[in-house]
């Protein structure tokens, strides 16, 4: 096993907070908005299709961005595409905020998310860079807990302000905390270097012994299984703000306490799923596990009772979260160097997929049947799907 060198073991822990910090001010606002969508949704008029199309924006801007994103990584380093992305999603989230129509909100919306994807990509990458090899997946685990922290304050913080100001008050809010993630990712992050984790990568891990990412058979897999893995979380924390006020008649603030809780439900269930896959050393074994429960939960989003569907959700949450930090934490071990940016590009691909088309199916399934309960049935076989390809993926 790869033990850190001691100015190694010295020099990662402040680039790795960094990028941890500037993860929390990106998920504020990305995971934390929904409970803003009921507000939106009036205030613009838009029908279940609409607002199906509004948060699958995130998935689009995903699958044009991520790998593209990569190779910006590759060309200019992590650091540049990272405070360029954040500064677009403040520009993004303003927009948004300013504007009174539909179509207008798209385009803030698009900018927001397209600066995302680019500085989520240099996130993964940055962390994947510094974490040492032994402790891949208890670092991401780690990010992944902050991220949910981050968005278990960020929904009911969008609450409080949009309660006193409107929705347009809490994207400002996101739009600045977002400038607060630009200006201590700037002075703290520095780029480290960890040895690679295989051979594959050479001694130097660069882009002259690294095999090229997109010709990697296991890379296009795991975006397969981010795909299916993500999706259920994904779609659920966009729309079941709207489900619960349609469902059980319940205001903006419940459905943002609910998000809350699922989301620090979350917290402890990441970093321990983390820790147990280093520990046992088969990521496998955890990712199944998450996928089984998850088709549990989402068959039991179809009671009638709120208590057992809230519950189910919130749970759903909290194992959706540890489903991204086990898979990046899987490629961080892939292929080394300058690759990896385009490694967490093309898997980030599969998330986008996951999140555009997720969204929009349970607003295509709400319209054409005018129930949920059709929409929690394909979320359940998509978990099964997942355990299937997890049970023939040759990893630990």
């Known amino acids: 096993?790869?033990?850190?060198?001691?100015?190694?073991?010295?020099?990662?822990?402040?680039?790795y907070i960094a990028a941890l910090f500037a993860m929390m001010m990106l998920q504020v606002s990305n995971l934390g908005f929904p409970p803003l969508l009921p507000g939106i949704e009036k205030s613009w008029g838009l029908s279940f299709s609409q607002v199906g199309?509004?948060?699958g924006v995130n998935g689009?801007?995903?699958?044009?961005?991520?790998?593209?994103?990569?190779?910006l990584i590759e060309r200019f380093g992590e650091k540049k595409v990272l405070l360029t992305g954040l500064f677009v999603v403040t520009i993004g989230l303003v927009v948004v905020a300013a504007s009174s129509s539909f179509p207008m909100g798209m385009v803030g919306r698009s900018i927001w998310q397209a600066g995302y994807k680019a500085a989520f990509v240099a996130i993964i990458a940055a962390l994947a860079l510094t974490i040492p090899i032994h402790l891949k997946a208890s670092g991401?685990?780690?990010?992944?807990?902050?991220?949910?922290?981050?968005?278990?304050?960020?929904?009911?913080?969008g609450g409080i302000i949009a309660a006193r100001y409107g929705w347009q008050g809490g994207m400002l809010g996101y739009a600045g905390l977002a400038l607060v993630g630009v200006a201590a990712f700037a002075l703290l992050y520095h780029p480290v270097r960890t040895r690679p984790a295989t051979p594959a990568a050479g001694p130097a891990g660069d882009n002259a012994t690294s095999p090229?990412?997109?010709?990697s058979p296991i890379v296009w897999v795991l975006s397969l299984l981010m795909c299916f893995g993500t999706m259920v979380g994904i779609s659920l924390a966009f729309f079941m703000p709207t489900a619960l006020t349609h469902l059980f008649h319940l205001t903006s603030m419940d459905a943002a306490a609910t998000m809350s809780m699922g989301f620090g439900i979350g917290v402890p269930v990441v970093l321990f799923s983390g820790v147990i896959a280093d520990r046992i050393r088969n990521r496998r074994l955890v990712l199944a596990i998450v996928m089984l429960l998850n088709t549990v939960f989402a068959l039991?989003?179809?009671?009638?009772?709120?208590?057992?569907?809230?519950?189910?959700?919130?749970?759903?949450?909290?194992?959706?979260?540890?489903?991204p930090n086990l898979i990046y934490a899987v490629a961080g071990d892939v292929l080394a160097g300058r690759q990896v940016g385009n490694i967490m590009g093309t898997?980030?691909?599969g998330m986008g997929v996951a999140a555009y088309f997720g969204p929009q199916m349970l607003g295509v399934l709400r319209d054409v049947t005018g129930g949920f309960t059709a929409g929690w049935y394909l979320m359940a076989a998509v978990s099964a799907v997942s355990f299937v390809i997890i049970s023939f993926l040759k990893i630990r």
């Open 1 to 15: 096993m790869h033990r850190p060198a001691a100015g190694e073991a010295r020099g990662w822990v402040v680039p």
């Open 53 to 55: 199309l509004f948060t």
């Open 60 to 71: 689009l801007s995903s699958m044009l961005m991520a790998i593209p994103a990569g190779l």
């Open 140 to 157: 991401m685990g780690i990010n992944g807990s902050l991220s949910a922290l981050a968005s278990a304050v960020g929904a009911p913080l």
């Open 212 to 215: 090229s990412a997109f010709r």
């Open 300 to 323: 039991m989003m179809t009671s009638a009772s709120p208590t057992v569907f809230r519950a189910s959700a919130m749970l759903i949450l909290a194992l959706g979260l540890s489903v």
């Open 347 to 349: 898997i980030g691909f």
